[in-house]
């Protein structure tokens, strides 16, 4: 509780400052709208790499001494906020605050994974998953609610609090000890790529990678899409839809992958994430609306934690850090570059046309899907059955 708690405020702090940065960068220091929101990106940029450094190092000089790190310089890079005096400035502090948002992120996901049994990953592993989920429905709305009737400036106080929160409650985190023997240290030294990303949690890496490719649809167009259909009152609650079922799904959907097999869970998964954008891209009532965020929900929601867990059941215990965050390093890159991608799409096709591109590929992404990970699953669950 107390890692999902730390888990929490670090990511209510990243959602909370990600949809007001564009705004801040535009009004207080006169930044073309690209530069606003590349002041936003940048932090993911920061991440990536912050996840890259995490993963390969986590082992080595431990969870608590990397969480400790990555917690202590996210708080102190809040307080920066407050004597930010230029663009430019911005851009750097963004960019070490996404390095170590990514430290301490990458060490709590460790740390969680490490304490959840085998047996009950992915129902762990789900229920670990919420805390982003609850932060990424509530983080936006709070970010905005303060920026109409307070100012930046709450935001940046209210990041700070949440900052020093998550330090204080770390200490109080029981956090496994893993001793490397001699072999396992001197194979993950060196400037190595398998010393940065985990092969073994590739496959499913990828395939996390096309879900956030399209989860970045819906996070970045869809305040813009719904004011052109005018559906502005319903789009408010999607994300509120969203988590409500993705909370709500987490327990059947956990022990399902625990008890029958991860492909029991994430076939369907994908094609309610299939069927969800498909819906959006639909869209001429509110209802309709808020149902894609029930497939979304009962889909992306399923397929992420899911994954994560796939990622971690996958790899060796003492490189559990770098499966961690080679999951991650995928799902941010998808949802970082995203909205890139499909912003030369979007002037082609319009909103309706990029959703329906996107429900296609992610129908496709069923097939990449037993070939990359589901394949494997069923020969050695009926290995396992035979046995």
């Known amino acids: 509780m ?8 670090l990511f209510l702090c990243f959602y909370l400052l990600v949809v007001i940065m564009p705004t801040y ?5 006169h930044a073309s709208t690209g530069m606003a929101g590349f002041a936003s990106s940048i932090f993911v940029v920061g991440a990536l790499i912050g996840r890259l450094i995490g993963g390969s190092i ?49 060490a709590t996901g460790t740390i969680a994974a490490s304490l959840i049994p085998n047996s009950r990953r992915g129902e762990g592993t789900g229920y670990y998953g919420v805390s982003i989920i609850i932060a990424s429905a509530i983080g936006p709305f709070i970010g905005l609610m303060i920026l109409e009737h307070a100012s930046m400036t709450g935001n940046f106080v209210l990041c700070a609090i949440l900052g020093v929160l998550s330090l204080v409650s770390s200490l109080f985190m029981r956090i496994p000890k893993l001793v490397l023997t001699a ?17 073994k949690a ?33 789009a408010t609650y999607f994300f509120i839809v969203y988590a409500i079922v993705v909370i709500l799904s987490r327990p059947f959907t956990g022990r399902w992958f625990d ?22 891209g639909l869209a001429h009532h509110g209802i309709t ?8 929900g009962l889909g992306y929601g399923t397929t992420q934690s899911s994954s994560q867990a796939l990622a971690i ?26 909205p890139l991608l499909l912003g030369f799409l979007t002037p082609l096709a319009g909103f309706r046309g990029m959703y329906m591109t996107i429900a296609v590929l992610l129908a496709l992404s069923v097939i990449l899907y037993y070939f990359l990970v589901g394949k494997r699953e069923s020969r050695e669950k009926a290995a396992r059955t035979a046995a």
């Open 202 to 234: 590739l496959p499913i890496s990828i395939i996390s990678f096309v879900m956030g490719f399209g989860y970045s649809s819906i996070l970045s167009y869809l305040k813009i899409f719904a004011g052109e259909i005018g559906l502005v009152e319903a």
């Open 313 to 338: 059941k996958r790899s060796p215990a003492h490189r559990i850090g770098l499966a961690t965050s080679t999951f991650y390093i995928f799902v941010d890159v998808g949802i970082g570059f995203g």
């Open 2 to 9: 107390i890692v999902f708690g730390v888990n929490f405020l």
């Open 58 to 106: 986590i082992e080595r000089v431990g969870r608590r001494p990397l969480l400790l790190t990555g917690l202590v310089s996210f708080s102190v890079l809040i307080g920066l906020y407050f004597i930010i005096n230029s663009l430019a400035v911005l851009l750097i502090v963004r960019f070490l605050h996404g390095l170590a948002f990514a430290l301490a992120s990458t």
């Open 259 to 280: 008890h029958r097999g991860a492909n029991v869970v994430m076939y369907p998964a994908i094609v309610s994430f299939a069927i969800g954008i498909l819906l959006l």
């Open 289 to 296: 609306l808020l149902l894609s965020a029930v497939f979304v």
């Open 183 to 199: 072999e396992q240290a001197r194979e993950m030294k060196g400037f190595r790529l398998s010393n940065f990303i985990e092969l």
């Open 25 to 29: 960068a535009a009004e207080e220091f």
